[in-house]
């Protein structure tokens, strides 16, 4: 089965018109949530996203939706098992034959430090949504047990023609729907082009230092 590229959606979501600005990519607008005291609203950005008819090429490009993902990474998990050794194998081929070239420039999220094994494996799940990723984040470093947890936000920019992802279809009724989930599935090349502290605004009685990460994936 030939892989199509999927149409770039950043360019048909910005520029964005937030708390009276405007936002010409997704970079710019992560970092003017990042500086607000209220935490983001996903949802809204999630009514965007659906109202959005790239977004929905998206996620109607496969017919298999989160469940497929779900069991995947559940026995992925099981590597130590030799009954499912083979099993991660089967579902992401099967990923695999439904993936598609994600596009070039495009933006894509991810919270928390970047996982050891992903270099290996070659999957990531991300998100396009940037309020997504900072809530993300703050339940990440809410549950770390050193005090001043660093929040860690990750933006990762498509620089390879040859980047295989899956967007995921959620389901529009649980709030699996604010997760605008796009796994990646294959890559050459994921490299650590800068790495910036900022002070965020308090969003708690904790004093929020972030950790802001660009890659580019190739």
């Known amino acids: ?92 081929q099967e990923l695999m034959r439904h993936a598609q070239y994600l596009p070039l420039e495009q933006v894509l999220f991810f919270a928390g430090d970047l996982p050891k094994s992903v270099r290996q494996t070659k999957v990531l799940s991300t998100t396009v949504n940037p309020a997504t990723v900072i809530i993300n984040a703050q339940k990440l470093s809410a549950k770390a047990t050193m005090n001043n947890p660093t929040m860690i936000i990750n933006q990762i920019v498509i620089k390879g023609k040859q980047v295989l992802g899956f967007p995921i279809r959620h389901n529009k009724r649980t709030s699996e729907r604010l997760r605008n989930e796009v796994l990646i599935l294959d890559f050459q090349e994921l490299r650590l082009v800068n790495e910036m502290n900022i002070k965020g605004k308090k969003r708690s009685n904790i004093e929020a230092t972030i950790l802001l990460r660009s890659y580019e994936l190739r």
């Open 1 to 92: 089965m030939s892989k199509l590229t999927l149409p770039l959606l950043d360019s048909s979501l910005y520029p964005q018109f937030w708390q009276q600005q405007t936002f010409t990519n997704p970079q710019a607008l992560l970092l003017a949530m990042l500086m607000t005291e209220n935490m983001p609203d996903a949802e809204a950005f999630t009514k965007q996203l659906l109202a959005n008819g790239v977004y929905q090429d998206w996620i109607n490009s496969s017919v298999f939706g989160r469940y497929l993902h779900r069991n995947f990474t559940a026995f992925y998990r099981q590597t130590e098992d030799s009954f499912n050794a083979d099993m991660p194998l089967l579902f992401r």
